[in-house]
Every structure is written in C-alpha cells, then in structure tokens.
C-alpha cells in the first residue's frame, strides 16, 4: 500500500477555482493509477477523475468534466486535482486513493490506499 496526504481544500466561492494535491509515499507510486472521489454530507462517496500511472489516459465523472483536471508528477510523488468553475453541488470532501485491482478505475471498491480527505466548500 501507499500512503496518501491530500491538502489543499479550502472555501470558495462560486464561479472559482482550486487546486488539490495528493502526495504520497514510498517508490512505487509510480506504478499507482491514482483516483480522486468526493462524499457530501448525506451522500455516497463518488467517482470525480481518474489517471494512469503513465497519466497517459484520464477519466472524469460528467458532473465535472471540462472544469476539472486531473494530473500527476511521479518525479515527485504527487497527484493534483486543478478545480475550475466551481459550483456549490462541489462542496464536499475530496480523496484521493490508489487503485490497486481490476480494470474499471471509476470503481471506488478497486482502490485500497486512501488519504485522509481534504473539505472543499463552495459558497453561493
């Protein structure tokens, strides 16, 4: 496993943006495809982005795709997550985690390394 510190979240507001970083330890986080996922108060958590661990392929959830990026430096072991546009349905708190079995890496059950999470809150 990979240990991962997310950092980052903050409060916006509306129509702003954010940049979340995931940085994690040890040599083989390299070879991580890496996810980030989000849970709001009452909600199940969900899928935001995904990338491989080349960053060579991305995936994004429909809800933010086109204001949110996904991205990684392996040279440094991080993961980053560039928020625009935000929206107050944003607000929640964000985890990255790697994905460690399977192939559907949207599948929050597929990752088994989590950082702690980082809140996001979006004012109207």
């Known amino acids: 496993q990979v240990q991962l510190v997310e950092s980052g979240g903050g409060l916006v507001q509306a129509g702003g943006s954010r940049r979340l970083s995931c940085a994690g330890s040890g040599r083989t986080f390299s070879s991580y495809h890496m996810g980030w996922f989000r849970q709001a108060p009452g909600k199940e958590r969900e899928f935001v982005a995904a990338?491989?661990?080349?960053?060579?392929?991305?995936y994004y959830a429909s809800s933010v795709k086109g204001r949110f990026t996904i991205s990684r430096d392996n040279a440094k072991n991080t993961v980053f997550l560039q928020m625009n546009s935000l929206k107050p349905e944003d607000t929640a708190v964000y985890y990255c985690?790697?994905?460690?079995?399977?192939?559907?890496?949207?599948?929050?059950?597929?990752?088994?390394?989590w950082g702690q999470g980082t809140q996001v809150t979006v004012s109207s």
């Open positions: 985690a790697a994905h460690s079995l399977g192939t559907n890496l949207t599948n929050s059950r597929e990752y088994d390394s």
């Open positions: 990338i491989t661990w080349s960053g060579g392929s991305v």
